[in-house]
């Protein structure tokens, strides 16, 4: 309750500073391109028309492309000095390998400490150097992780479908086994994309290295879980395809494919590109078997050094991120959880009122309570690498017959050749930043 009146405290401070704070900058000119990947350039045309009342006199040209097609333009520009646009998305992925770019401007240097306290330190801290002196990107969401299922499937075999129902029957490994043996059709309907995704889950935080670099893959209850992977898959009640595949989207949007982990942004995935068709079929809850609270993803906005217009993209990016109006626009348009705390008590009814695609429920407030939760946790350029070899090592160890021990060890061993340059670069980076510990 002390954190929630604080944020109200904040939030209406800031509503009352919104119209000073308007005419001080009313009269910034210049044009910016602002680049990304989708939905991001729905969620800035939602939020354009309070920018444009602040701004009156910045032109802004959104210049979108998907996601990677956008990292790579984005970097070969960086390298090249020119061509990249002057707001950039980042997506949380990469950010560990922008983190000490001389190429993208220290926002501090235009009064990104102002915002720390509006932003939570686990989100906040991943864009910050390694030598702590510099920060190059402002977060834009966050993505706490929802077990998202057809609620109509649930009901057709006699499951519960309330999702505090829900949870309580997949607390437990065996409970999510019960689960997929009543809702799996083998060869018709199936209950994951992929047997791998829950041992995945675990991994969401991408924290798969501590500060001295030694790879952690055991975690509790892993085990248990890759046994239960294994489970699903022997009896045929996973599709064995990539969650973000064209089959998956079809299978989801169809019924065929009964559930699916990912960040709250999913949410919008399913109203506009999976199934907008599909009010009143889906539901959501925290991940099962006592998985901690974790968040998969979420995007930042970095300014390039090169920028002509650092004082228009400045504006543009501290707007869209770091005011109430601004993140909730977005967010009402593309379901993009701020991470801007202020933004949660400004509109409450954006975070606590029923959404009648998902039958009523409120899914944005469970993401609110897990995203409070989530811990600050380590990052590497090696994360997205390691994360790659989860799916990989457990199908080929399900496929030879291995033990759940064994699979971790050959996820381990896969990961440390993959990663070892990465590895080593990652070295380099903290013994030049001086806070390498390690030999």
Request: net charge negative.
């Amino acid at each position: 309750m002390k954190r929630f009146v604080t944020l109200l405290l904040v939030a209406i401070m800031a509503m009352l500073s919104l119209s000073a704070f308007a005419e001080v900058n009313k009269d910034i000119e210049g044009y910016i391109e602002v680049g990304g990947w989708p939905s991001g350039d729905d969620a800035f045309k939602a939020a354009l028309a309070g920018f444009n009342e602040m701004y009156p006199n910045i032109e802004v040209e959104l210049v979108f492309t998907d996601t990677t097609s956008h990292h790579q333009s984005l970097q070969t520009s960086l390298t090249a000095g020119s061509g990249a646009p002057d707001v950039a998305m980042v997506e949380g992925a990469y950010i560990a390998q922008y983190k000490n770019s001389l190429a993208l401007t220290d926002l501090n240097t235009l009064g990104a400490q102002d915002y720390k306290d509006d932003f939570g330190p686990f989100k906040w801290n991943q864009a910050i150097s390694d030598d702590g002196t510099r920060m190059v990107a402002i977060p834009w969401d966050l993505g706490p992780t929802l077990y998202y299922y057809r609620s109509d499937v649930f009901e057709e075999v006699g499951l519960p479908t309330d999702p505090d129902e829900v949870t309580a029957l997949m607390s437990t490994w065996e409970g999510v086994l019960e689960v997929a043996e009543k809702v799996s059709i083998p060869g018709k309907r199936w209950f994951l994309p992929s047997a791998a995704y829950p041992y995945q889950w675990l991994f969401i935080n991408r924290d798969y290295y501590n500060e001295n670099l030694d790879l952690v893959l055991e975690r509790p209850g892993d085990i248990d879980c890759i046994n239960a992977c294994l489970e699903i898959r022997k009896n045929g009640w996973d599709m064995n395809v990539d969650m973000w595949s064209s089959e998956a989207y079809a299978a989801y949007e169809a019924g065929t494919c009964v559930s699916v982990a990912a960040g709250s942004w999913f949410s919008g995935f399913l109203k506009t590109d999976i199934d907008p068709d599909g009010a009143g079929h889906w539901r959501a809850t925290a991940l099962p078997a006592g998985m901690p609270a974790t968040n998969w993803g979420g995007s930042f906005l970095v300014i390039p050094e090169q920028s002509q217009e650092k004082e228009a993209a400045w504006a543009f990016l501290t707007y869209m991120l770091c005011t109430a109006k601004g993140q909730n626009d977005m967010f009402a348009a593309v379901d993009y959880f701020p991470a801007y705390e202020p933004a949660w008590t400004a509109a409450p009814e954006l975070y606590t009122d029923g959404d009648p695609y998902f039958g009523g429920q409120a899914p944005n407030a469970l993401a609110a309570d897990i995203a409070s939760k989530v811990p600050a946790v380590y990052n590497t350029i090696m994360d997205t690498t390691a994360e790659g070899y989860i799916y990989s090592a457990f199908n080929a160890g399900a496929e030879a017959g291995e033990t759940a021990e064994q699979i971790r060890e050959r996820l381990g061993k896969d990961i440390e050749v993959a990663c070892a340059e990465l590895k080593l670069q990652q070295i380099q980076n903290l013994k030049d930043a001086g806070v390498w510990k390690g030999e």
